[in-house]
């Protein structure tokens, strides 16, 4: 179920030069503030806690998803080369597998080792802070990826409708609309950070844990499965 030919090659394309520079943009600056409140303000939990969890979980890691998810076969897609992949005996769940675990993997390096990273330099990881929150990254990497992978698969305007997602639902109605949040991938991830970090460390979900994993899992299922799906349809219109 994992095609080496086609992770490297998708590996080549995300790491792109102009891809490789937004890659790198967000886990830069979230370091920079690290080492800006540090040097300010020196260790503070609740600075570590709100900027690991409004920074780097709610704008980074979903952003980084974008990237990463719709960039594994949006561009494909979109200039035909798709039509050549597919022409060899590959089973298209192979694919869409072998595509999203490359993508799972650039977006977990390149926001759960950052927001690692910058917990320890807030705080020094006091109270499990910068572990917690590079765990929630990874799982958060997980389902956006498969989202945005699944995206790529449908529109040709994947990252317009990722931005719209990650920065109007995910940022702005998962901040003010409470309901909203027990379908908010970012407050899954915060389910875990909460589970992990020490009492009393500022971080809390309206989201159970139990809820959270859940909910992670099935999105991720159905929107790999649905992007498999997809690929054959396309296939066949293609064949057509």
Known sequence: MYHHTIARLTVRAL??????????????????????????????DRAAAEILAGFALAAMVPLIGVVAGT????????????????????????????????????TTTFSAVPTLLAGWILNGNSGQIAVAFA??????????????????????????????YALIWETLFGSLVPGAR???????GVAVAERIAAPGMHV???VALPTALILLTVVTVAATWYAGQRLRSLTLAGEE
């Open 182 to 188: 027990t379908l908010s991938i970012q407050h899954w």
């Open 204 to 206: 809390s979900s309206d």
């Open 15 to 44: 790491l792109g030069r102009r891809r490789a520079l937004l890659l790198l943009a967000l886990p830069a600056l979230l370091l920079l503030i690290a080492v800006l409140v540090r040097a300010l303000a020196g260790p503070d």
């Open 135 to 164: 765990v929630a990254a990874a799982a958060a990497s997980v389902a956006y990826s498969a989202v945005f992978l699944l995206l790529g698969t449908i529109s040709r305007n994947a990252v317009v409708f990722g931005l719209v």
């Open 71 to 106: 960039g594994a076969i949006g561009p494909e897609i979109d200039d035909g080369s798709f039509v050549y992949l597919t022409a060899k005996p590959v089973k298209r769940h192979t694919i869409v597998l072998t595509k999203l675990l490359v993508a799972i993997g650039v």
